[in-house]
């Protein structure tokens, strides 16, 4: 891996922080409530919640001269992330698809048609929409 890419960070610490990104998507994928469900319109604000909270940890990480600064910041990222994906496994469930689905989040450029797409698609009528 190319030090310019990544200054200050080894091949150590950004093999650490891929694995780190990945468990952040492949455990809630796992551990999702089977039952539990999430509506476009309640996928739609947190998702802008959870955009607003990404971008002041940004922010605030590159506003700081610390490295540790910038290391809590990934961390809360990633822990932020887990909760992301749980609401993204909700959202599949309620449009019909696998939860497996929420993988594609792990696919650069993809990732970011995928979660339109999940903003815009109408979940499966039921008796709970009623």
């Not at 650490?16 to 739609?44: E, N, Q, S």
């Amino acid at each position: 891996m190319d030090q310019s890419m990544m200054p200050g960070m080894g091949p150590a610490t950004a093999l650490f922080f891929l694995a780190a990104m990945v468990a952040a998507t492949v455990v809630p994928v796992l551990l999702a409530k089977p039952d539990m469900r999430m509506m476009r319109a309640a996928y739609i604000a947190r998702s802008a919640l959870y955009l607003v909270v990404m971008l002041a940890l940004n922010w605030a990480a590159a506003m700081t001269n610390v490295a540790s600064g910038g290391i809590v910041a990934t961390a809360i990222s990633i822990a932020i992330g887990v909760v992301f994906m749980f609401w993204t496994v909700y959202r599949l469930r309620d449009i019909g698809w696998s939860k497996w689905c929420a993988l594609i989040f792990l696919v650069p450029m993809v990732n970011f048609v995928f979660w339109i797409l999940l903003l815009c698609v109408k979940g499966k009528m039921r008796a709970s929409h009623a």
